[in-house]
Every structure is written in C-alpha cells, then in structure tokens.
C-alpha cells in the first residue's frame, strides 16, 4: 500500500513556504518545494491591521499553492497550513484566513511563538547531524525563535519581536545605510533580548545552528565565494563593510548575494551581528531544516 502524499505549508512573516512529501522509511521525504517572499511584515499598518495590497499578495500566493496541491495529488486532509508572527500580531487575521479558507480548502492554523519555537527545533533535529547541547536560532521576518535543546529535549524555548523584515523598516529604511543603522539595531537587540540574554548564557551549549533566510544568505554568499560556510563574527563584520560601502540599495555589487534576499539582508546582519556579540557566539552553522519540516515531522507522524 503506498502512503498518502501530504503538504506542509508555512505562512512566515517573510516568506510563504510550501513542502511536499511522501513517507519513506517512516521519514518524510520531500518530493516538491514551493516559495515565495510575501514579506506580510511590510504591509502593517499604524493602527495593526495588514493593508489590502499585502494581504492580496498574500493570498495570491496562497493561490498558487492550491494550484500545486491539486497538481501534486495532495487531498485537503494531509494538509496543514501553519501561520507565525505577523498573523498572530495583526488586527485582521481573522478577515485573512476567512479569506484564505476557499482558496486553499484547508484552515489556517495560527500558532504561538512556543508552539513555533518546538516545531523548528523538531524540524532541525529531524535534518541535521550533531550532538550535544545545541542552540538554534532562528531569525524570521518579524520574530525570532531561540532554542536551547540536547537530542530531543527541548531545554528552553522563547519567540521574542525581531525580525529581518520590521529591522528592515525601523533600521534600514533609508540608504545610504551608516554604522549607526547597525549601532541603533544591536541596541535593539540588546533590548529584547532582556533577561533571556543571562537565562540563554546560563544554560550554554556546544554549538549553535542558524535556521533562516538571512542564515542561508549569508551561507549562500560565502558559498558562491568559495569559502567556508561557518558563520563567525569577522564574516559578519566584513559584509557589514560591504554593505555600507554599497552605492545603490540593491546592493548588486556585493558579490555572491542572492537579489532576492537582498532587500532585507543588511537587517539580518544587523541582528546576527547583535546575537553574536551579545551572546558571545563563536560560529553557526546553518541548520538542516526548521519550522516547515517540523510540521512535516507532525504530518508524518499522524498517518
């Protein structure tokens, strides 16, 4: 008997990501990958509801996902829609997923940031070699994830409000970009940080593993340069020199940058470069999987 497919999809306050998988072996093994940078967290508005026009990129996006789904053979009960931080911080969430629900014939679930916090350390054990206590950290469009875990055990867990895509709009809204963009963010960072800085230091771990898209741009431009794809403080503080050194807010001259992740990569190094310093982090790797492969792992699991 040949197991059903079933579909993780993750509505991200950047990015809208959708996985498709069968069961091989009792792991998910993913068949079909679908993406696109919504980046929701732009369009809120002062009074905290999502504008029309991002809304509608949104479920333009959704639309392309129920096109795939019906493509790929997926039924509407191996589906599981998971929404993050801008859905549950918005005032019209409700009004999306109404929205939503006949575009993808399946419910959106918006889960808490404890709930998210699990799933990516699910996921990343799930993908990624190692022991050891390990922290991960995972930085998304507008909240990030801190996990502090050994093997399965989950040891500590926290979602706290900053993201690539809201550093963006507070920080790096205006080019040129100057150190004190940089200066202002770290502050921030300090900021929100606040006592989960000691209580993170206290616990320790033998390594951290970076599980986001301003992770991966960062590895993918170390890639392209032929280096090692360890991130440590002196890479970030190089491509901080880059990018204030850049002549247009493309910044197409740097190279090995992926244009698609660029409107939001000096926020994303803002904010490893603020983690690294405040948390004394030595190197990350970047990890296997997160978020949307934890979800998988649950999927999996149920059938």
Known sequence: MTTPLYAAITLGSNSFNMLVAKTD??????????KRKVRLAEGILADGSLSE??????????????????KEGVSAEHVAVIATATLRKISNSDDFCRRALPILGHPIE?????R?????YQGMVATTEGEGRRLVIDIGGASTEFIIG????????SSLPMGCVTFNDTFFASFPFQQL????????VRTVLGEQLGE????????VVGASGSVQSVVELLNHRNLSSVITLDVLQQLKQEVLTQEHPSMLDIPGLN????PTFAAGVAILLGLFELLEIEKLHLSGGALREGVLQTLASNL
Not at 116 to 120: D, F, N, S, V, Y
């Open 116 to 120: 998210e916090a699990e799933l990516i």
């Open 25 to 34: 072996g009792h792991q998910p093994k993913i068949i079909a990958k679908y």
């Open 200 to 207: 993170l230091k206290a616990l320790g771990w033998h390594c």
């Open 259 to 262: 244009p698609e992740r660029a």
């Open 181 to 188: 963009d940089f200066d202002d963010a770290k502050a921030r």
């Open 53 to 70: 026009e991002v809304l509608l990129r949104g479920l333009d996006c959704l639309k392309m996902f129920g096109q795939m789904l019906e």
């Open 150 to 157: 050994d093997g399965n055990k989950v040891l500590l867990k």
């Open 110 to 114: 918006i889960i808490s940031g404890m």
